[in-house]
């Protein structure tokens, strides 16, 4: 007998009307979803709220800010505030300073990245990085991968000319103008800045020292709300079974990601396979945030904080209730 059935029969046992018992499909109310729609980390996260969400669920261009109060990053976001919201985990330890109340409740997909490099400027390998100029963003989840595919070598940005660039497309042209060597940034334009150098690309991989984690987040006040928590748990369900439909067949989410974004569908079909859709609570999460924040409290110039203050960020409790309900409820 399923959780649901149980409880309708429990109910009428007790006299309890049965109306008052949740249903699979019941609304939840609506939820407030922000998330970067500019990227195809998304993807899970748009189905979620397109499909199989009960209730109205509308994603808006942001992120954490949304979240925690501070001001949207210009370009990047709507106002409005979040019951959730979407980020790398990069920006969960940024903000996560001055708003220690933060939850990172799932991670939604995993960013496979990699150093699009100009091979005539002599580059053959990552050491090769030395001396020339990078187009990145150092503070972001691609800043950070960079830094380990440096550290490996022995180098560090201060090797490096890190050229940070917006929008985005500009490091495609300068890369396309020869105004830098090489590309370190998200899909879609890691790939048009591949797809620029032609025969003359070369690349390096991030497999078994980096992948970005690009997370559902939301705020423990939020968990602490009886209603907002129900609508909570229901969408990371919702996430849960879009990422099973994506296995099955992506068409749905890439078209999604197509229109959310404004990019092109040969975009969004050539840069799928940088991306691994998850919809889990990774065992690692705590040892990843453990060694970047080591990094990023070295750029920000503030005390590192250690295991067990970080151990607080992370609210797997959401995902087990989740991972508890049936399938659609």
Do not use: C
Not at 36 to 63: H, Q, R, S, W
Not at 195 to 209: C, N, R, S, T
Not at 264 to 289: C, Y
Request: proline content about 5%; glycine content about 10%.
């Amino acid at each position: 007998m399923g959780r649901m059935a149980w409880a309708a029969g429990l109910a009428l046992m007790l006299g309890m009307p049965a109306q008052a018992q949740d249903s699979p499909q019941s609304d939840p109310g609506p939820i407030a979803i922000h998330g970067n729609m500019e990227t195809f980390e998304i993807a899970p996260v748009l189905l979620a709220a397109d499909e199989f969400y009960p209730g109205a669920a509308g994603v808006k261009m942001g992120g954490i800010p949304n979240l925690v109060g501070e001001p949207i990053v210009p370009g990047f976001g709507e106002e409005g505030v979040a019951d959730v919201a979407t980020h790398a985990e990069t920006q969960a330890l940024r903000y996560s300073v001055r708003h220690p109340n933060l939850r990172i409740i799932l991670n939604v997909t995993e960013g496979l990245y990699r150093i699009v490099a100009r091979r005539s400027a002599g580059i053959e390998s990552v050491a090769d990085l030395r001396g020339k100029r990078v187009a990145t963003i150092a503070q972001t989840s691609s800043g950070y991968f960079l830094h380990r595919m440096l550290a490996k070598e022995g180098l560090s940005f201060d090797d490096i000319v890190a050229v940070p660039l917006t929008p985005l497309s500009a490091m495609t042209e300068a890369l396309r103008a020869g105004e830098v060597d090489a590309v370190v940034i998200w899909e879609p334009e890691s790939e048009n800045s591949a797809q620029v150098l032609g025969g003359d690309l070369v690349e390096f991989h991030g497999a078994g020292i980096y992948r970005e984690l690009f997370n559902l987040n939301t705020t423990a006040a939020n968990l602490a709300d009886p209603g907002k928590r129900a609508k909570i748990v229901r969408f990371v369900r919702a996430v849960i079974d879009a990422t099973a439909q994506i296995d099955a067949d992506p068409t749905k989410a890439k078209r999604l990601v197509t229109e959310a974004g404004g990019f092109s569908a040969q975009d969004v079909e050539d840069s799928w396979e940088h991306h691994r859709f998850n919809a889990a609570s990774p065992g690692d999460l705590l040892d990843v945030l453990v060694v970047e924040e080591k990094w990023l409290a070295g750029r920000d110039n503030r005390p590192v904080r250690g295991r067990e203050q970080l151990a607080t960020l992370i609210d797997t409790s959401v995902y087990a209730e989740a991972m508890a309900l049936e399938i659609g409820q």
